[in-house]
């Protein structure tokens, strides 16, 4: 009895785990892919702006010490500042994913001009003047690992750098230009030297300086005076040959509350496809999540003045138009009249193929407040609505078409005029509403 007892626990404990684990397990409401075409768009976009940015910086000092044995010289001291690059032309530069790692950045044949002050001393002189620098052969090569960090900002590391300049040219200006170009030649080694020592710590610092940046992206957004977003990562991007997709988490919060809803997303995948840029998935989650976070912080409680229905609903003569005109013929000229709309449940929002439906339960109160009196319920009903949206992109518009599938309004009781009475209204069909959305290209 005691050794059959041991299986059946151990089978009881893994389940347990097994369970637990999958519990523990947090789906994206929202996921973004970046494809191949995406990388190549960047290179041709990000030189640009690279271009704006290092002609914007200094780079740093060079400085060294050579013999110039030629001139029976025994030491030169020299020091490059003030370093700024003019121009530079990578033209064969690529990116391309590595799967379960990251991104890798190749590009050679590079070519850079670059200015400079300089200082040179020496036992027999010391003077100081402006030079050109031209590089030529750079070679570069790296893997940009992404992760993310606790706060679900992205991470960017800089590994297997690799750096390279093949040649050289210096070119001095000044009243002795001549002289120190006649010299230059045997300076140019030392500097490529120094050069290419350089290169890979300036790149990882300027990666570094970018991982600040980001570090201080907003993953948690303000929407409105009810909600907030949080966007953050839930996990490190996940690469593949063709793609890298970001997995994020897409939930509303209440503006005063920012626990979970009382339901967990589900897993999606988005199709295998890489023929665009950019594609992005929204799981029903999402919405869900919007609808429970503006229900929870009173987004759908609205109360509506004598004036307001007199605007919108009086002059209606069907429906719940109706209903508010044969309320009004006794109140509304007598003293005010209010209605209060308020969800009795989160609005429901159901994802399907071209289109999605969202049910709106909700409770409509209609009030009144005699002279010197407290707020009296005239009649009190529930209101279900039904409607769905279809979604079709045509060109360079979204277009949408409403229905209303159906609605109906029970009455709940009735407080006073007891010598009226409003039937329930009867579930009704409503002609679809057409909606042109411009998209930006």
Known sequence: MYTKTIPVLWGCFLLWNLCLSSSQTIYPGIKA???????????????????????EKNLTDLSGSESLEFLKVDYVNYNFSNIKIKAFSFPNTSLAFVPGVGIKALTNHGTANISTDWEFESPLFQDTGGADLFLSGVYFTGIIILTRNDFGHPTLKLQDCYAQVSHAHVSFSGELSVLYNSFAEPMEKPILKNLNEMLCPIIA?????????????????????????????????????????????????????????????????????????????????????ASFAYFTAGAFNVTLSTKEISNHFVQSSQGLGNVLSRIAEIYILSQPFMVRIMATEPPVINLQPGNFT????????????????????????????????????????????????????????????????FPESPDSEHASLPCNLPMES
Do not use: H, W
């Open 33 to 55: 892919r970046i494809t191949q075409r995406a990388l190549d768009y960047g290179v041709q976009a990000g030189m640009e702006i690279i271009e704006r940015m290092l002609k």
């Open 358 to 421: 969202l049910d709106i339960p909700a409770s409509i109160m209609m009030l009144t407040q005699p002279k010197n009196s407290t707020v009296e319920t005239i009649v009190s009903m529930d209101f279900v609505a039904s409607t769905s949206v279809g979604l079709v992109i045509l060109g360079q518009r979204l277009v949408c078409s409403l229905s209303l599938n159906r609605a109906s309004l029970s009455q709940d009781k009735e407080v006073l005029s007891g010598t009226r009475s």
């Open 205 to 289: 610092s300027e990666v570094k300086a970018l991982n600040a940046n980001l570090s201080t992206l907003e993953v948690l957004t303000k929407i409105d005076n009810y909600t907030l977003l949080d966007y953050s990562l839930i996990s490190s991007p996940e690469i593949t040959e063709n793609y890298l997709d970001l997995n994020l988490k897409g939930i509303f919060y209440p503006l005063e509350n920012l626990a979970d809803p009382p339901f967990s997303p589900v897993p999606f995948v988005l199709p295998e496809r890489s023929n665009s840029m950019l594609y992005i998935g929204i799981a029903e989650y999402f919405f869900k999540s």
